[in-house]
């Protein structure tokens, strides 16, 4: 089955300075990679997301880049503030074969005003 | 906007008892899961439920059962509580596309087997 690896498992920065996620993913037969962001006491949201057939997307001060040769994507943060404070999830999941998202470990973010 | 629910946000229960854990979402979704987090372990997958009255086994089913008599609706049942369920359970909801699917989560249960 898939294998998500997600890298760092906390990340601490200043408030402006910009944040990146890691993940790597197993089956090359994943397309879809979304990222959630869990707030203190709610429920993992979806922020962003990229299919295979693209290798970036933006929203405002998020993006995620996506490289399937090596198997890996990333979340870019940029002029991070303390509202970013949280802990996201990356995932994958495939159309073609199980659907069913497998979710990277988590990363607590923590921005320093 | 998409409701997922779960019943309660605070759960202690006792070690042998038998545990409900409910939830409802208002979005005519088919698919329904129930995952369990835990520092470091991330979400891991416990049970889903494509249509009513179907369910397939997760990465973690040993322990757990569930029930889905309603399409909104989806129960996680701990046939015998024990210390180490105690963690936070998370129930979500997705459309029948396969594809490019967002999964939609409610707030959460935390649950202490004393």
């Known amino acids: 089955g898939e294998n998500v690896e997600q890298h760092p498992s906390t990340l601490s920065v200043q408030e402006g300075d910009s944040a990146v996620i890691k993940c790597t993913y197993s089956?090359?037969?994943?397309?879809?990679f979304p990222w959630y962001k869990q707030e203190l006491g709610k429920g993992p949201q979806l922020i962003i997301d990229?299919?295979?057939?693209?290798g970036e997307k933006k929203d405002q001060r998020i993006a995620v880049t996506l490289n399937k040769t090596a198997k890996h994507f990333s979340l870019h943060i940029t002029e991070t503030q303390p509202e970013d404070s949280a802990v996201y999830f990356c995932?994958?999941?495939?159309?073609?074969?199980?659907?069913?998202?497998?979710f990277g470990r988590g990363t607590s973010l923590i921005v320093h005003p | 906007d998409v409701k997922v629910t779960q019943s309660s946000r605070y759960l202690v229960k006792r070690t042998g008892e038998k545990v409900f854990l409910e939830c409802v979402q208002d979005?005519?979704?088919?698919?329904m899961f129930w995952y369990r987090q835990d520092p470091g372990l991330g979400l891991r997958l416990i049970y889903f439920?494509?249509?009513?009255?179907?369910?397939e086994k997760g990465d973690i089913p040993e322990g757990y059962s569930v029930s889905r008599e309603k399409k909104e609706r989806f129960s996680l049942i701990l046939e015998s509580a024990s210390t180490n369920q105690t963690s936070m359970y998370l129930c979500?909801?997705?459309?029948?596309?396969?594809?490019?699917?967002?999964?939609?989560f409610g707030q959460g249960t935390r649950l202490t087997v004393v």
């Open positions: 979500a909801s997705s459309p029948p596309d396969r594809a490019y699917t967002e999964a939609f």
């Open positions: 089956d090359s037969a994943s397309n879809y």
């Open positions: 990229i299919r295979s057939n693209v």
């Open positions: 995932a994958a999941s495939s159309s073609g074969g199980s659907y069913i998202p497998t």
């Open positions: 979005m005519d979704h088919e698919n």
């Open positions: 439920s494509y249509d009513v009255k179907m369910k």
